[in-house]
């Protein structure tokens, strides 16, 4: 996840400031919004990681050979 925020982080920063040009008002993106992205991402992996995790170590391995 770090790798792919680190690789779209400038594309998405140069398109931002590309788009946000043409307004009247100009806005600056911060790196506020990128940190408030990552931190959201890296939160949502490691719940839905660790959920998985919780649930295959909590399973009985008997209900899964039985079904197969």
Known sequence: MVVAF????????????????DFA???????????????STLAITFITVGYRSLRAAIA?????LKSE
């Open 6 to 21: 680190v690789l779209a982080v400038p594309v998405a920063w140069y398109a931002m400031n590309l788009w946000l040009e």
């Open 25 to 39: 008002f100009k806005v600056e993106i911060t790196w506020i919004v990128f940190a408030i992205g990552i931190v």
């Open 60 to 64: 009985n391995p008997v209900d899964a």
